[in-house]
């Protein structure tokens, strides 16, 4: 089988390249020209990598006529919420674009492509007590540029299997991290200064957003088995929820890991982290997905916050 995953040197890309390949898959992705490696430098030599900017509709054509891929992850996109609020034009601009390019690329394609367009909960926008866990009927109403963009990426994905019969599943991925995650993101973002911390680069001082907001946390392995499980026997056109069904309060997780620490670490609240609109629940029912395929989470959080400071205090290793 010939796998084609965009944005395979990112975060998501690099598990998902990892567990395609152990599956025996020929696995080809896009990067850009720019972008480290070193997410996927334990498996260069059995991926096949392209440089391509998916904003340029020409070069993805040409790229992805080239490899002729039977399967498509989409995963290439501007994935941060609060990077969204000061830049909303890229991260829109970016994400439509480079969806819209490549649902073209494979509507003009001889052979039928399976493509797997990654949403967000994001999109959902906030929700009312009596609309959680969130179905996959939830009105969309995002309230952050990032989530317009997902919602548009997601409607596109039903666009084109309604008008032209592309086989496009519609992921939508709520929150997942691990190992690899960059900051920008709650969960690196606390793991990151504790490792700073301990290596004693930064003063025992924790700065942190908004903790009272709730959150259905994934690992990226688990998220990742579920796009690989949907691609095998999603429903073209259909949205599929990819969650744990639980909401930790970000409060609750920060304790977590401040209990994996070293050190005593005090906490400050930096108001700069606070966003203009923020959701306070989101947490999905997992219910369709399981029905469809049979994928359930299988890694608890407490072992994903751990792999994820360690992967930090590697980075941070005093040697
Ligand atoms: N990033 C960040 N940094 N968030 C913080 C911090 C901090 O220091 N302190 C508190 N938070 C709060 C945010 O305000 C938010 O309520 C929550 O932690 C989670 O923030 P993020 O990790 O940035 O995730 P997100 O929920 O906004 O978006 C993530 O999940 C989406 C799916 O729901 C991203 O991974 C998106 O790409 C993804 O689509």
Known sequence: ?????????????????????????????????????????????????STCDITRSDHLFRVVKRIGPDQIYHLAALSSVAKSFSEPLDTIGNNIRGTLHLLETVRNLKKPVKILVVGSSDMYGRVTPKEVPITEEKTLLPVSPYGVSKAACDLLAYQYFESYRVFALRARAFNHTGPRQTTGFVIPDFASQIAQIEAGLLPPVMKVGDLSSKRDVSDVRDVMRAYVSLMRR????????????????????????????????????????????EIPVLMGSNLKIEKATGWKPRIPLMKTLEDTLDFWRERYKVS
């Open 1 to 49: 089988m010939k796998v084609l995953i965009t944005g395979i040197a990112g975060f998501a890309g690099s598990h998902l390249a990892e567990l395609l390949v152990r599956k025996g898959n020929e696995v080809f992705g896009t990067c850009l020209a720019c972008e480290s490696l070193d997410n996927i430098r334990r498996i260069r030599r059995s991926l096949h990598l």
């Open 234 to 277: 999603g429903k073209p056109g259909q949205a599929y929820n990819i969650c744990s069904q639980k909401a930790y309060r970000i409060r609750d997780v920060l304790k977590d890991l401040l209990r994996l620490s070293k050190r005593k670490i005090k906490v400050e609240v930096d108001k700069e982290r606070y966003r203009p609109a």
